[in-house]
């Protein structure tokens, strides 16, 4: 054998590293690869938490909106962006992780601390469990598939009365000694969104250059491929699924808490699902940074026009929608990125990308 | 024997693609696969390695019954193909494309960086490390042949089914091909090709099976294949296979 | 008994209209591969044209419906031809984000001009209604419900006689060959937007007629029904619209007999879920263009 054959011999056994090497390999690369990315975030944490001590109640409830958007869009953006299956039902984990929530306080009083890790669980469940028949399904298909479990499962939770109070709304305890959990208040839900929509970039971040991450983008190019390299991509799916319902959920929890007292149609409504995804495509979907700039951009301009321009305010942001369609079809992000590495900034080019 | 197929068969509607075929292949050989188009050659690879389940009959490993088995679950088994209409992952570069067969198939690397090496290494084999940082759409047709190869051989395969490989390559190529193909046996990996180019397949097989309609027609050592009346045929018709014996 | 007759009666008139509103929805899935979120505005839009003729012209609606017509179909090609054919090559939620953020622009245009209240278009004969046997059914409604069958059937007719309708089938199976073919493809495409939009605009007035309607609830309510019926029915499938229409109109009503509250709709989206998972092309047939259900 030729030592170049020998090499390959070698390379086909495949290298198997004591566990004292992975670690070290697996700390190495983490801190080599993500050192800017992870300054960043924390920088913008930190600025965050700083900007609390300085801003009004008002400001703060704006802010919360906008990292709970945040939050949201990364959770879309795993099993849409990265992973390639759009969920139009996303709104259906929020909606179960408000309900799981408030049922658990107002009917057994439940602390909220245990309210909220058991709506995580509530949601994966689901996603697990609508999964696993509607992750077969691509495309179009897949989006109205979920929609309408979103759709069922707001009328479940509408028919549930006697636990849920149907369509006469529930009530989360916050006075005095009924209260499981004293009421955060503005600066703490302000604290709370900001740790949730933190995580949540943090975890896509890591998900993103995981041997996880390879996979769901296989899975979103090619399935057939991605199964012939060993990735069961129906786990993967399942698991991208519910990662995303874990995250929704759990901002639904939030905002539960938050807003005390609320309809099935408030905490199911089907645009906070499309919003998601405006967000995430309209910032570049299946990158990191593109749901977090989509989002927050999103949300602010639409508070700012919402307090700014009254009435015309959906009309001026659904003509901003249909212009940064037509003009960022790619997304913000990814628009920037290639407009950095090739010097030139050109919108016209980008009209004349995609169209007929 | 690394591999043993009876009796396999798949319908699809009324039409039989494969059927009542059974053969068996030793470690370390290189088996040729031919026939002429819509014979079944790809369907049968396909039933093999998961991508279709049989309607009859039984695929084993190494003694073991796989049939049916999810492609996840061969890959695992040291069994990996190539796809006959190329499929990379568009969204990754080249290396990252061959990386991510690395980190998931048997005997992964454990981390990402070091499928990223291994990657690396293989490229270098298949000769486009060159083009290692590209995507996958900017390369050549030789090339994006080589990038599927190497995908493949990141999965670390016992056993490797190759399809149609040679197809719109030129001269050069083709024995450059030919050489790793040899390369690749001799490293241990057990080989199943399957091609058109009757060039390359002679200097490449141990023996070959010819398909039609399905079913195995023949199967010997090259010469004695190619010489055989029915295949010739099979491919060129009766009335040249008269002339030719 | 009676009652259920009575529901089936009156689900499978209702369905015809149904049909109406998504046909064109589905059309324009099928050809282009867009799903147009705004589908239900347009319609609505349509039938604000035909109150206004009604209030100041005291035209009937059934008059109104070839202006309603025109005027919409102009207002899709427009749409077509200087929006959405801008991002027809782009990944399908560009479409699906441009339609919305269009139908969010035309719903708040139409709040605007007319507010938010609750319209309706009156005429003497749809509140009267004949019998037979035990059901009743009103005029008003079967209008409706046999134009739209006859539109849809006429649709169809359009679709596989005419030389427009070949290559507007033709340009949805093959876009390039259909242009290598001198099939031009922008126009084909504004020509196939502005029917969906004509025919939502018709529909619109036609739910003018029977019932109510408002810039905020119903747009979304008939896109969502839309959707539903063309998945059901196939994509670009004009018979399967119907079919299609006529389930979801049965089922509505007869549903709303059998069960109480608003478990009907919870039902009928696990229908619609069991139907992709089993048959995703449609409850009849092959759908006509499903070749593309990449995202």
Same mark, same amino acid.
């Given at each position: 054998m030729s030592t170049e054959t020998a090499s390959l011999a070698a390379l086909l056994e495949g290298r198997r590293g004591s566990r004292n090497e992975q670690v070290t390999e697996w700390l190495r690369s983490r801190t080599l690869a993500n050192s800017w990315g992870a300054a960043a975030l924390v920088a913008l944490f930190a600025a965050m938490l700083g900007l609390e001590q300085v801003i009004e109640p008002g400001t703060m409830r704006l802010l919360s909106a906008v990292f709970m958007f945040v939050a949201l869009a990364q959770g879309w953006n795993i099993i849409g962006g990265f992973t390639g299956y759009a969920s139009f039902g996303q709104v259906a984990f929020f909606g179960i992780g408000a309900y799981t929530t408030a049922v658990l306080m107002n009917n057994y009083h439940a602390s909220f601390w245990i309210a909220m890790p058991a709506a995580i669980v509530g949601g994966v469940l689901f996603a697990v469990l609508i999964g696993l028949p509607l992750l077969r399904l691509r495309g179009h298909y897949f989006a109205i598939a979920t929609l309408g479990a979103a759709e069922g499962a707001r009328e479940v939770v509408n028919n549930m009365t006697p636990i849920t109070g149907g369509g006469l709304g529930i009530t989360i305890p916050t006075f005095g000694s009924q209260a499981p959990t004293a009421y955060f208040g503005k600066p703490g839900f302000y604290l709370a969104f900001l740790l949730l929509a933190t995580a949540s970039v943090a975890l896509s971040a890591v998900l993103a250059r995981s041997r996880f991450g390879y996979a769901m983008v296989a899975v979103h190019e090619d399935e057939a491929a991605a199964g012939a390299l060993g990735i069961n991509t129906t786990t993967v799916k399942v698991v991208a699924f519910a990662v995303s319902a874990a995250i929704v959920a759990c901002a639904g929890a939030l905002y539960a808490f938050q807003q005390i007292e609320f309809y099935p149609t408030d905490v199911f409504d089907s645009s906070f699902t499309v919003l998601m995804v405006i967000m995430v495509v309209i910032g570049g979907s299946g990158s990191v940074v593109g749901p977090l700039v989509g989002a927050a951009g999103l949300e602010l301009l639409s508070q700012y026009l919402r307090i700014n321009l009254g009435t015309y305010n959906q009309l001026i942001f659904g003509a901003i929608v249909v212009a940064v369609v037509v003009f960022f079809p790619q997304g913000v992000v990814n628009f920037v990125r290639d407009a950095w590495r090739s010097r030139r900034l050109s919108l016209l080019d980008n009209i004349r990308r995609y169209r007929l | 024997m690394i591999l043993e197929v009876r009796n396999l068969a798949r319908r699809f509607g009324g039409v039989w693609a494969v059927r009542n075929v059974s053969f068996s292949v030793e470690e370390g050989e290189i088996v040729g696969v031919i026939g002429p188009n819509g014979a079944g050659k790809t369907t049968l690879v396909n039933l093999i390695t998961g991508q279709l389940r049989p309607s009859e009959g039984q695929v084993m490993i190494d003694g073991r019954d796989v049939t049916g088995q999810r492609p996840w679950a061969i890959a695992h088994d040291c069994v990996a193909r190539t796809f006959q209409i190329v499929k990379p992952f568009r969204g990754l570069t080249v290396r990252e494309n061959v990386a991510t067969g690395a980190m998931h198939g048997s005997r992964r690397d454990r981390t &990402?960086? @070091?499928?990223?090496?291994?990657?690396?290494?293989? =490229? %270098? =084999? !298949?000769?486009?490390?060159?083009?290692?940082?590209?995507?996958?759409? @900017?390369?050549? &047709?030789?090339?994006?042949?080589?990038? @599927?190869?190497?995908?493949?051989?990141?999965? #670390?395969? #016992?056993?490797?089914?190759?399809? %149609? !490989?040679?197809?719109? =390559? $030129?001269?050069? @190529?083709?024995?450059?091909?030919?050489?790793?193909?040899? *390369? =690749? #046996?001799?490293?241990?990996?057990?080989?199943?090709?399957? %091609?058109? &180019?009757?060039?390359?397949? *002679?200097?490449?097989?141990?023996?070959?099976?010819?398909?039609?309609?399905?079913?195995?027609?023949?199967?010997?050592?090259?010469?004695? &294949?190619?010489?055989? #009346? $029915? !295949?010739?045929?099979v491919y060129l018709g009766h009335r040249f296979a008269q002339r030719q014996t | 008994m009676t009652q259920f007759l009575q529901a089936l009666a009156y689900g499978a008139v209702q369905g015809g209209l149904l049909a109406l509103v998504a046909v064109g929805f589905s059309l324009v899935w099928g050809v282009m591969n867009v799903i147009n979120l705004s589908h239900g505005a347009l319609a609505v839009t349509g039938a604000y044209v035909a109150w206004l003729l009604n209030l100041h012209f005291g035209l009937d609606p059934f008059l109104a419906i070839p202006f309603v017509g025109v005027t919409l179909f102009a207002i899709g090609y427009v749409i077509q031809r200087g929006l959405i054919n801008l991002v027809i090559n782009a990944p399908i939620f560009l479409t699906l984000l441009l339609t919305f953020g269009l139908s969010l622009v035309v719903l708040n245009a139409l709040q605007l001009a007319f507010k938010s209240d609750d319209r309706t278009i009156d005429t003497s004969y749809a509140s009267q209604s004949f019998v037979i046997g035990v059901v009743n059914i009103p005029y008003g409604r079967l209008a409706a419900c046999l134009l739209a069958v006859a539109i849809t059937v006429g649709l169809a007719a359009v679709m596989t006689r005419t030389r427009l309708g070949h290559a507007i089938s033709a340009t949805g199976m093959d876009r390039g060959a259909a242009r290598l073919m001198g099939i031009r493809a922008r126009h084909i495409y504004a020509v196939t937007f502005g029917i969906s939009a004509a025919l939502a605009g018709i529909a619109g007035t036609m739910i003018a007629t029977v019932g109510s309607f408002n810039p905020t609830t119903t747009p979304g309510q008939l896109t969502l029904d839309a959707f539903v019926i063309s998945v059901l029915g196939g994509l670009g499938n004009m018979y399967g619209a119907l079919v299609g229409g006529f389930v979801l109109g049965v089922a509505e009503t007869v549903g709303g007999l059998l069960l109480t509250g608003t478990w009907v709709n919870a039902i009928a989206m696990a229908v619609l879920i069991v139907t992709l998972i089993i048959r995703p092309s449609g409850l009849i047939g092959k759908a006509q263009f499903s070749g593309r259900v990449e995202v």
């Open positions: - | &990402v960086r @070091e499928a990223m090496a291994t990657a690396d290494r293989l =490229l %270098e =084999l !298949v000769g486009i490390s060159h083009r290692a940082s590209a995507a996958p759409a @900017e390369l050549s &047709v030789a090339d994006a042949r080589r990038l @599927e190869l190497a995908k493949a051989l990141a999965t #670390r395969p #016992r056993l490797l089914f190759i399809d %149609e !490989v040679m197809a719109g =390559l $030129r001269p050069p @190529e083709i024995d450059a091909a030919t050489g790793l193909i040899h *390369r =690749l #046996r001799d490293a241990g990996i057990t080989i199943v090709a399957i %091609e058109h &180019v009757m060039k390359a397949i *002679r200097s490449i097989s141990d023996r070959i099976i010819v398909l039609h309609q399905g079913s195995i027609l023949v199967s010997g050592t090259p010469d004695e &294949v190619l010489a055989d #009346r $029915r !295949v010739i045929e | -």
